[in-house]
C-alpha cells in the first residue's frame, strides 16, 4: 500500500489544469447545491432554529459530510475552469499536518489562532476590517484605523483600494502590485496612528 503524503502545491496546480473541466455557473448553481442537498440527506443534518451544532453526533454527521462531499466534488479553480479532485486519504493526511495554532501580529498584539472546543471559555479570535470590499484611496487609513481601534478587534481583514495615486487598480498589470505594497503600508500606517503596530493582518 503507498503511503499517502498531504498534496503539494505543485500536485495541486498539475490537478487545476488537468481536471474535468467545468463552466463555472454548472459548478455553483448546479454541482454545489445538489451535492450539498445529498449530503443533508444523507446524514440526517437538519438545524432547525440552531445553526451551531453543540451534540456532538450532529458535529460528527456534519463532518463527515462535509469530508464525502469535499471527495465527491473536489475544489473548483475559476482560473482554469477544472475540478482539482481529492480522495479522502489525502484530506486525512492534510488534516493531520495542519498546524494546530498560528500566531498572527507581534508583540503585545499577537493574536492566538487555535482550535477552541465545545463550551471554551477562551473568546475567539475576532477579525475586523472592510474584508476585500473595495476602499477609496483617501478613506483607507482612516477606516483601518477605526476597526484596530476597537479593542475587541484581534486582526485586521483588509479591504481593496480602488486606485492608487489616483490611477484605477487592475488586475494583471503593474498598477496591481503598487497597489497591494501601498494598502500594506497603509495598514501598518493605521495600526500604528491606532496604538497597535504589531496586529496581524
Not at 71 to 88: C, F, L, P, Q, S
Not at 89 to 108: H, N, T, Y
Not at 162 to 176: A, F, L, Y
Request: glycine share 8%.
Amino acid at each position: 500500500m503507498a503511503v499517502t503524503r498531504p498534496l503539494s502545491v505543485f500536485e495541486t496546480y498539475q490537478r487545476s489544469i488537468k481536471g474535468s473541466k467545468l463552466d463555472e455557473k454548472e459548478w455553483d448553481y448546479k454541482v454545489i447545491p445538489q451535492n450539498a442537498t445529498s449530503m443533508k440527506e444523507k446524514y440526517r443534518l437538519h438545524f432547525g432554529k440552531e445553526f451551531i451544532p453543540t451534540d456532538n453526533s450532529t458535529k460528527e454527521r456534519l463532518f463527515l459530510a462535509g469530508l464525502e462531499m469535499l471527495v465527491m466534488t473536489g475544489i473548483y479553480n475559476a482560473d482554469t475552469h477544472r475540478v482539482v479532485k481529492v480522495t479522502e486519504e489525502e484530506v486525512r493526511e492534510c488534516l493531520k499536518k495542519a498546524p494546530r495554532s498560528l500566531i498572527m501580529g507581534s508583540g503585545k498584539d499577537a493574536a492566538d489562532f487555535s482550535a477552541r472546543k465545545g463550551n471554551s471559555k477562551k473568546k475567539p479570535v475576532i477579525q475586523g476590517g472592510p474584508t476585500g470590499a473595495p476602499v477609496s484611496e483617501e478613506m483607507f487609513i482612516p477606516l483601518i484605523q477605526s476597526f484596530a481601534q476597537e479593542a475587541m478587534v484581534d486582526t485586521i481583514v483588509s479591504g481593496v483600494m480602488q486606485t492608487i495615486d489616483g490611477m484605477t487598480v487592475q488586475t494583471n498589470t503593474p498598477w496591481e502590485i503598487k497597489a497591494t505594497q501601498a494598502e500594506i503600508r497603509a495598514i501598518r500606517e493605521a495600526c500604528r496612528r491606532a496604538g497597535r503596530p504589531g496586529m496581524g493582518i
